[in-house]
């Protein structure tokens, strides 16, 4: 019998799989597309990926967000638990296969305003037609998530990513179908994954509607359009910018600069499947008396993921060093801005789940469009100076914005009991590894000094951890236990 420990390790370690398995594949693919596509190509790719969220999140109007909120409100009745997906998938459905007839009409004049050129419009209407099915495939994959199944959610993750990188390499390397091998790759992986879970959920929740569930949803969602739209306004006028302001060759350096910062936010995604469903049933079944309890797995929370952060922070360099040829290195700087970001985005993760729970999350739209504005002007003033590495810093800066009156904000109403001196310490380690190494960089120096730095604030951590009560012989003890078992599982 797993203690609690050994249970939240198992939980942790399986959703990691997909999320390891993301760090895996680029080292396997990027070294080979580095040498058949050439920077243009993947600021073809960043674009045409990046313009259809500023679509899909207005027509959508966030139900499938609402939907996540519900779940944890009828999740002990089967037929609203139906209800709530149904309604959900048939809706997402109807206004995807509509848009994507105006979509098809349109790609080249799409294309032709966002790269410059109307040759484009095939990768534009299939990067429509996969960020769709990248809303789909996710909404099932936060449902087994909540759900609290790993197993399944790991699977379908894990099948997706090798399906892609499949596809992918085979379209590039041998037909040699350039940036569009890897658009159609994308997309194949994802109509695969859907279909299948698609399937699976009708076959567990068949199919029912109910028209007070839908419109609940709807009005929950809805006033979210603001907020989740500033997502794919960063994801895409960054790079619309730097292609306009600098080149398409800058848009591709740091569009290869986001991919690796993304892969640690994907990491933490990875690690916020196991730690969302606590944070909210404490909220819903113990309320504020859950706070505590909160603010202590958060703490957890982000030292787990900052951990694998700071990881790439310091050895980062070395992986591009290694994997892409010297006309990418450019690439380092901008990574390293980039992650101080993502290492925010663990609050990012929590501050909007009071809001969720008291049913005000309406109060996000003023921020996420202060957000927005600063984002924009940022972008504007930074860019020109310093090209790919502004836009990084742009990115970093409104995060640190918007995480921060989302915080002050969300306290107001649910005062999550947070241990701010570690957190503080946390942070504060991974921010000056990044600027120590920048500077290094840009000033050089010597190896010896520079890599003993890295392993003195390799160290640190380690000892933030212990104090943080994280790094115990317990929580070792249980983890060793837990790879123990699957190593007798695998070997029986």
Known sequence: MLTTVETKIKSILTYLLPSLLSFVVPIVSFPIMTRFLTPEDFGIVALALAFPGLVTSLITCNIQIGAQRYYFEYRRDSFKVSALINSTVSFLLCVFVISSVFIFIIKDFISNIVMGGSKYGLAVFFSYATACLNILVNFYLTM?????????????????????????????VIFRLGYMGIIYGTFAALLWNFCILFWQFQQEFPFCLDKKIFT???????????????????QFLDKYMICAIISLSSTGIYSIAQNISKKLFIFISAIQSTFHPIFMKDMFDRGKEGAVSIGRNFTIFTYISLSAVLGMVLFGEEVIYILAPETYYNAINVM?????????QTFGKIVDIPLAYVKKAYLSVPITFAGTVINILLNLLLIPHWRAAGAGLATT???????????????????????????????????????????????????????????????LFVVLGIKANIVTKRNIRAALNIFMLKTKCATA
Do not use: W
Request: glycine share 4%; with cysteine; proline share 2%.
């Open 144 to 172: 087994y998530r909540n759900m609290e199944r790993p197993k399944e959610f790991s699977k379908f993750t894990i099948m997706g990513m090798l399906i892609n990188l499949i596809l992918s390499l085979v379209l590039v």
């Open 216 to 234: 609940d949803n709807l009005k929950y969602g809805f006033p979210l359009v603001a907020t989740y739209f500033s997502g794919p306004v960063y």
């Open 336 to 344: 390293l801005i980039l992650l101080c970001g993502i290492s925010m």
């Open 397 to 459: 800066i409104t995060i640190f914005f918007t995480n921060s009156i989302y915080l002050m904000v969300s306290q107001r109403y649910y005062n999550i009991v947070y241990e701010k001196k570690i957190l503080a310490l946390f942070y504060l380690n991974v921010f000056l590894s990044a600027v120590v190494i920048i500077i290094f960089r840009e000033i050089g120096g010597l190896l010896v000094i520079k890599y003993c730095l890295k392993v003195i604030f390799l160290v």
